[in-house]
C-alpha cells in the first residue's frame, strides 16, 4: 500500500482539518486490534482500552469524536462506563458492541444513551460504515468537497459513494465500492491480485487469493454488463480498468 493511496482513502476529518478520532473499547486484544486496524485504514486516529477504567481515563484525555464500546467489561458494564464518559463527553456518539443478540439488550443499550448497535460476530464493513454514519450525524466532521473519479463514462462520488456509468446508476456494496475506487485510482495500471488484497481489504485472507476474482466478477456484472468492458484480465499479472473501447487480443474478460 502506497502513502499516496492511503492518503486518498481520508474522507472525514475534524473541522480543525485533522483526523477524527475513535476509542475502541473490549477486552479482547483481537478484537481491538483488528478494529483498530480497519478505522486506521478510514485515515482515522484511534485508541484502544480493554477495560472501564481506561476507557474513560483515555476518553478524558483522547477526547475521541465516537467511541466502540464492548458491553461485557472485565470490571465494570459498558452501560455504566458509557455513563462516565459522557460525563466528560456529553455528546460522544457511542456504538455498543456485544455478543449478545437479545432483544432486551438492545433496548438497554440505547435506552443507556448507546447510538447503535452491532452484535459478534460482526461484519467489519458494517462497522465501519456504521461508525461514519454516526461521526456524520454527530456533526464531529468536516466533510471534504466533493470528490469525484472519472473513467471514460464511469464517474464515482468518493464522498457519497455512489457510481454512475452513462449516467445509471450503480449499486455496489461497501467491499465492491473500495475496488471499484482503487482500479479507478489507477486506471490504465495492472493491479496485481496481492496488491488488491492488501489495498481494499488489508488485513489477511490466508492466500485466498480467489476472493478477487469473486469480487472482480461482481463488479463487471455491475460496471460492464451489456455494456462496453471496462475492466480486463491481464493473464498471469492481474486486472486494469481502462475507458470503453474494444479488446484487444491480450486481454481477456
Not at 86 to 111: K, M, Q, S, Y
Not at 112 to 128: M, R
Not at 129 to 139: D, E, P, V
Not at 200 to 224: C, H, M, T
Request: no cysteine; net charge negative.
Amino acid at each position: 500500500m502506497t502513502t499516496t493511496s492511503s492518503q486518498e482513502q481520508v474522507r472525514l476529518l475534524r473541522p480543525d482539518g485533522s483526523p477524527v478520532r475513535v476509542l475502541v473499547v473490549d477486552d479482547e486484544t483481537s478484537i481491538t486490534e483488528l478494529l483498530s486496524m480497519a478505522l486506521r485504514y478510514e485515515g482515522w486516529d484511534v485508541r484502544a482500552a480493554g477495560d472501564a477504567a481506561s476507557a474513560v481515563r483515555t476518553a478524558r484525555e483522547f477526547r475521541p469524536d465516537a467511541v466502540v464500546l464492548d458491553v461485557m467489561l472485565p470490571d465494570q458494564d459498558g452501560l455504566t462506563a458509557l455513563g462516565r464518559i459522557r460525563d466528560h463527553l456529553p455528546e460522544v456518539p457511542v456504538l455498543f458492541l456485544t455478543a449478545r443478540d437479545a432483544v432486551e439488550d438492545r433496548i438497554a443499550g440505547l435506552t443507556a444513551g448507546g447510538d447503535d448497535y452491532v452484535t459478534k460476530p460482526f461484519s467489519l464493513e458494517e462497522l465501519v460504515a456504521r461508525m461514519r454514519g454516526l461521526i456524520r450525524r454527530s456533526g464531529a466532521a468536516a466533510r471534504r468537497g466533493e470528490r469525484l473519479l472519472t473513467v471514460g463514462d464511469l464517474v464515482l462520488d468518493e464522498d457519497s459513494r455512489e457510481a454512475r456509468r452513462g449516467g445509471d446508476a450503480v449499486e455496489l456494496t461497501a467491499t465492491e465500492f473500495e475496488l471499484l475506487r482503487y482500479l479507478m485510482h489507477n486506471p490504465r495500471r495492472v493491479l496485481s491480485k496481492s496488491q488488491i488484497l492488501d489495498r481494499v481489504w488489508s488485513y489477511d485472507f490466508g492466500g485466498k487469493a480467489n476472493v478477487v476474482e469473486l469480487y472482480i466478477s461482481y463488479l463487471r456484472r455491475k460496471i460492464d454488463a451489456g455494456r462496453a468492458p471496462m475492466i480486463h484480465t491481464r493473464r498471469g499479472a492481474g486486472y486494469v480498468l481502462r475507458a470503453a473501447e474494444p479488446l484487444d487480443g491480450a486481454d481477456a474478460p
